[in-house]
T-cell receptor, first 114, second 115 residues
Framework: GENVEQHPSTLSVQEGDSAVIKCTYS??????FPWYKQELGKGPQLIID?????GEKKDQRIAVTLNKTAKHFSLHITETQPEDSAVYFC?????????????FGTGTRLQVTL | EAQVTQNPRYLITVTGKKLTVTCSQN?????MSWYRQDPGLGLRQIYY???????DKGDVPEGYKVSRKEKRNFPLILESPSPNQTSLYFC??????????????FGEGSRLTVL
């Protein structure tokens, strides 16, 4: 089955700096790669996703890049703010249909300091 | 408001005392799933259901049971809890239809401690 590795496990950046979280996956057939943000005391929430026919996707200060050859995808947060402090999970799956299974990475705790 | 509701949010119990964590969603989603979150291990799937009366094991199903008698509800049952089931549990749901089929909607979590 799919295996997703995520690094780093913790990341501390100063407000205004950029943060990058990296994930690798094992199943070359995977084609859907979402990122979830988990704020303290809450459930994870989808913040951005990318499909394998796209190399990069942006949404305001966040962007995700995908390298299918290397089986690697990354989350980039620019101009970090204190409200970006949270745990971030990457995930991978084959499709998004009825039987698709999402495999999560182990999470990255991002702390944005003032 | 679209949401996934779990109860209880916090529970301390003792080894062997059966308990049920309820999950309900109001989005008419076909797919529902349970995950446990442990430090350093991320989110691991326990059981999932693709629709009413259809359930299947995830990656860590041992010690758990589920049922899906109604579309909106997907309870997680621990028949004889053990300390290694101390964890943070999340219920999630998604639809199979439309442009956003990939998005999982999570509940706020149930923190379970088994003594």
């Amino acid at each position: 089955g799919e295996n997703v590795e995520q690094h780093p496990s913790t990341l501390s950046v100063q407000e205004g700096d950029s943060a990058v979280i990296k994930c690798t996956y094992s199943d070359s057939a995977s084609n859907y790669f979402p990122w979830y943000k988990q704020e303290l005391g809450k459930g994870p929430q989808l913040i951005i996703d990318i499909r394998s026919n796209v190399g990069e996707k942006k949404d305001q200060r966040i962007a995700v890049t995908l390298n299918k050859t290397a089986k690697h995808f990354s989350l980039h947060i620019t101009e970090t703010q204190p409200e970006d402090s949270a745990v971030y999970f990457c995930a991978a799956s084959l499709g998004t249909g009825t039987a698709s299974k999402l495999t999560f990475g182990t999470g990255t705790r991002l702390q944005v300091t003032l | 408001e679209a949401q996934v509701t779990q109860n209880p949010r916090y529970l301390i119990t003792v080894t062997g005392k059966k308990l049920t964590v309820t999950c309900s969603q109001n989005m008419n989603h076909e797919y529902m799933s349970w995950y446990r979150q442990d430090p350093g291990l991320g989110l691991r799937q326990i059981y999932y259901s693709m629709n009413v009366e259809v359930t299947d094991k995830g990656d860590v199903p041992e010690g758990y049971k589920v049922s899906r008698k109604e579309k909106r509800n997907f309870p997680l049952i621990l028949e004889s809890p053990s300390p290694n089931q101390t964890s943070l549990y999340f219920c999630a749901s998604r639809t199979h239809r439309g442009p956003n089929t990939g998005e999982l909607f999570f509940g706020e979590g149930s923190r379970l401690t088994v003594l």
